[in-house]
């Protein structure tokens, strides 16, 4: 018992511990997705998701150790994924893997938890539209948490990049690849204030956030 005081202890002493730690032990429902799929970037992805919104994302390699960090995501998209599970009785008796010979495509799991009791289903590729939409708002919530990850890793280790990995981040704007994008606005901001980064990079993420701005 004091071993466990103790670790929840330093825990809540991490960034971003103390959220992390409140949103274990939430009492609301919440969803969790999971994607395995070797050599793909990310390998392993992991994003969970209470009825208010509040939750976590992970993504590493498959031999390192999880780094999740704590994710807000807007009230609107958290019922749109609780109203997408529910249309699937929250993941109880459902099938949703394909019986069509496909890849490997990544297993993923949807898990539903409420009141200490979990549904889960997995699946490598599924026909349900209502699962593929679902399956699809997470995957945008990830490729926008990877495009934070990859501009803050640029920031502090390789400066130069920023203007390359901004141009992606606006192509993939076009391609309506994300979801939650005002989570990047924080760190657009440091780049587009910051004169150590070069003009181009200041100029893109000014215009990101711009767009931003527009879409809300």
């Known amino acids: 018992m004091g071993f466990l005081c ?16 409140a949103q274990e032990a939430s009492p609301l429902p919440r969803i969790t997705f999971t994607k395995t799929l070797k050599g793909s970037q990310p390998e392993y992805l992991k994003v ?15 031999e ?3 780094a999740p960090r704590p994710l807000q995501i807007s009230a609107g998209t ?25 890849a ?8 539903y938890e409420t009141s200490g009791q979990v549904n889960k289903v997995q699946f490598n590729y599924t026909e349900n539209a209502t699962a593929h939409q679902l ?12 495009r934070v990850s990859q501009l803050e890793y640029g920031m502090k280790y390789d400066p130069l990049s ?9 192509q993939g704007m076009d391609d309506h690849i994300f979801l939650e994008m005002e989570l990047m606005v924080p760190t657009l901001e440091k780049i587009s204030s910051n004169p150590r980064y070069l003009h181009l ?7 990101i956030m711009q767009r931003i701005q527009e879409n809300k």
């Open 6 to 21: 103790l670790a929840t202890a330093s825990l809540a002493l991490l960034p971003g511990g103390s959220a992390l730690a």
């Open 48 to 62: 969970r998701i209470d009825s208010s919104g509040a939750g976590m994302y992970d993504s590493h390699k498959l």
């Open 64 to 66: 390192d150790p999880p």
């Open 78 to 102: 958290a019922a749109q994924i609780f109203s997408l599970a529910h249309s699937l009785n929250d993941f109880r008796s459902v099938t949703l893997e394909s019986r069509r010979k496909v």
């Open 104 to 111: 490997n495509m990544g297993m993923k799991t949807l898990a």
């Open 135 to 146: 399956e699809d708002v997470f995957e945008k919530i990830s490729n926008m948490e990877e």
């Open 162 to 170: 920023l203007p390359q990995d901004l141009r992606q981040i606006l």
């Open 201 to 207: 990079a200041q100029s893109r993420a000014q215009e």
